[in-house]
């Protein structure tokens, strides 16, 4: 058995609301506290939720239950008054499911009182402040471990300012944004350096000294914009190119002392896995599994999971840079037969794995990254200023990716420049980008894919307020 027991949100007095106090609701610190209680267990696996059947009971795990896709369980065991044996059976009823359970400050009580001999936890104390739970693991007839959970919020907290400056294949790019204990997120400032160091380097290739240079003035303007806009936090990340360039651990070293704070180079998994969690707190995921993907400069990251988690992700060497560089056939764009060697390489490289994501039923491809979003502003024909905001679920057709394809093989670069919703930075990669995604979906059976406007550094924002020691 695994149970996380909570104890219902703050809600309004007694008396200040209906004369039935079960219908008594949340008030809104007690709905801030409910929208922390669903971040505090995002990635932890639910199967049920149960609930008493009084109202501010149920609005504290709503949240929780429509991130996840369950139905709340009524459960008139739990409700205010319930005796011990009543509360019990409601506990011994979940079986091997991993359930949360909200109900009273009383029945927490009686359970643990009744309990607390055969319970082993690191907090002696039987505290029950709102909105905090026990996890409770084991067999309730034998041994039981039981760990006390303070609430993740508190109606004091206030957003931390983060910086995250991510040194991608593409580009270098600044983002500050106020993250809320919730897990809202409010921009503050974005800045971009396109440097395209995956396009200069080849397997077991340097980054070139003076892109190296160049790197460091990148870095050093961005950290002075971090710091007039009073980030609290600084956090510098690095993929792809990094990752794969012989002197990338050593640039690395170079730039973290710089800006004076360590640069994390991601692995494939990590940075796969860190997408995914900005789509679960981003998008209305449920228990059913949803493919995100994120299409950068130097790599492509692949993964399956759903609002508990990640189940699996790889990352492969598709970045739309990496093959602009090798397959671009000049500047009006990869004629036909360059396509189709393109087409035919992403499908090489997506062979090994195309049966193993289709057996695991992904429903819906999630998908960011700068090529994304710019061939959804051509496609949608966004202003090419639009706020990633904006695109946030818009759907981008595989059939609509096609015809794209085909206008931008026979545009010219000056004729690209005019197509509405293009971005100049990366008109010359758009063709190659647009293939990649289109084949992708293709392969692994899909005809349209759903924009997410969050991704890697987002998920490494919200990481670093769930918990700061992930960003040392």
Avoid at 29 to 44: I, P, S, V
Avoid at 140 to 163: F, I, N
Avoid at 241 to 249: I, L, Q, T, V
Avoid at 362 to 369: H, N, Q
């Amino acid at each position: 058995m695994r149970v996380r027991l909570i104890r219902r949100a703050k809600a309004g007095r007694r008396g200040s609301g209906p004369r039935n106090d079960a219908l008594r609701p949340l008030s809104e610190e007690g709905r801030a506290q409910a929208r922390g209680l669903m971040e505090q267990l995002d990635g932890q696996r639910i199967d049920r939720i149960l609930s008493s059947p009084y109202q501010r009971c149920l609005e504290t795990v709503e949240p929780l239950a429509k991130r996840r896709g369950l139905e709340i369980e009524v459960d008139d065991r739990l409700a205010e008054g319930a005796s011990t044996s009543k509360a019990a059976a409601a506990l011994r009823s979940v079986g091997e499911s991993e359930a949360a359970i909200c109900t009273h400050s009383d029945v927490i009580g009686k359970l643990l009182g009744e309990l607390a001999p055969r319970v082993k936890a690191r907090d002696k104390r039987l505290r029950r402040r709102k909105a905090s739970m026990w996890l409770l693991e084991g067999d309730l007839d034998g041994k039981l471990k039981g760990q006390y959970e303070p609430p993740s919020l508190r109606h004091d907290e206030e957003p931390r300012r983060v910086a995250v400056v991510d040194l991608g294949s593409s580009s270098f790019h600044l983002l500050v944004g106020d993250v809320g204990p919730d897990g809202s997120i409010e921009r503050v400032v974005r800045e971009r350096d396109m440097l395209r160091l995956g396009a200069l380097i080849s397997e077991h290739a340097r980054i070139p000294l003076a892109d190296c240079d160049r790197a460091i003035e990148s870095v050093l303007r961005l950290r002075d914009v971090a710091e007039s806009v009073a980030a609290e936090q600084l956090i510098a990340i690095a993929t792809s190119a990094f990752r794969e360039a012989r002197n990338g651990n050593l640039l690395a070293r170079v730039l973290g002392r710089v800006i004076g704070t360590h640069v994390i180079i991601l692995s494939g998994s990590d940075e796969a896995r860190t997408i995914f969690s900005a789509f679960r707190r981003r998008m209305d995921l449920g228990p059913k599994p949803e493919l995100g993907l994120d299409l950068g400069g130097g790599s492509l990251e692949l993964a399956v999971g759903n609002a508990s988690g990640v189940d699996w992700e790889t990352t492969l060497p598709l970045g739309a840079v990496r093959l602009h560089q090798r397959f671009d056939g000049g500047a009006a764009g990869p004629p036909e037969s360059a396509e189709a060697r393109l087409r035919q390489h992403i499908r090489r490289q997506l062979a090994p794995l195309r049966d193993e994501i289709r057996s695991q039923g992904p429903e819906r491809c999630i998908a960011t990254g700068g090529t994304v979003r710019s061939l959804a502003r051509v496609v949608l024909g966004r202003d090419a200023q639009t706020e990633d905001t904006s695109l946030l679920g818009a759907e981008l057709k595989t059939s609509a990716l096609a015809k794209l394809i085909q206008k931008l093989r026979q545009t010219s670069h000056e004729g690209r420049l005019a197509i509405p919703g293009m971005n100049p930075r990366r008109a010359d990669i758009l063709p190659v980008g647009a293939v990649i995604v289109a084949t992708v979906l293709e392969e692994l059976g899909f005809d349209r894919l759903v924009v997410c406007d969050w991704g890697l550094r987002e998920g490494i924002m919200l990481d670093a307020v769930r918990d700061p020691t992930r960003s040392d």
